[in-house]
């Protein structure tokens, strides 16, 4: 009876897998077989519930890096992520202590806020978008200024 379970578990698991193809359940779907596998054999549930555990890890840990590198190879990065290292001009005074600041960067304008709290930049300064943080960008110096 136990191989029919395994056997669920794994068709749930690849379903799962397929629907999201975000690769976190296949690895356990591959453990789910050898584990039913070994239930066909008869060998006792503690034996597959372990090798189950192994297997399951064995493949995370060995397989996963590999088929993150060929299977996302082609991820673009997302708007955000290409707005950081850029340069951004002030338009409103970036205070950090009175909660205020603007800068436009590619013609929009967003909040910003200083990398290091006590740092005030002036309106017309160009600064440098360390990181995003919600709406906001935390800008620092750019090298210009350095």
């Known amino acids: 009876m136990a191989a029919v379970y395994w056997l669920i578990a794994f068709v749930v698991l690849l379903g799962i897998e397929a629907a999201t193809m975000a690769l976190t359940t296949i690895w356990f779907a591959g453990g789910a077989l050898v584990a039913f596998l070994l239930a066909l054999f008869g060998i006792n549930i503690q034996v597959q519930l372990a090798l189950f555990v192994i297997v399951s890890f064995l493949?995370?840990?060995f397989t996963r890096p590999f088929a993150l590198k060929y299977v996302n190879r082609?991820?673009?990065r997302t708007n955000m992520d290409s707005?950081?290292?850029k340069s951004a001009r002030v338009t409103v005074e970036i205070n950090n202590?009175?909660?205020q600041g603007a800068a436009v960067l590619n013609g929009q304008e967003w909040t910003a806020r200083a990398l290091e709290e006590n740092r005030i930049y002036p309106e017309g300064v160009m600064v440098k978008v360390k990181e995003i943080?919600?709406?906001k960008l935390i800008v620092s110096e750019?090298?210009?200024e350095l």
């Open 133 to 135: 943080r919600g709406v």
């Open 83 to 85: 707005l950081i290292g």
């Open 74 to 76: 082609n991820t673009v």
């Open 142 to 144: 750019t090298q210009e």
């Open 97 to 99: 202590a009175k909660e």
């Open 59 to 61: 493949l995370l840990f």
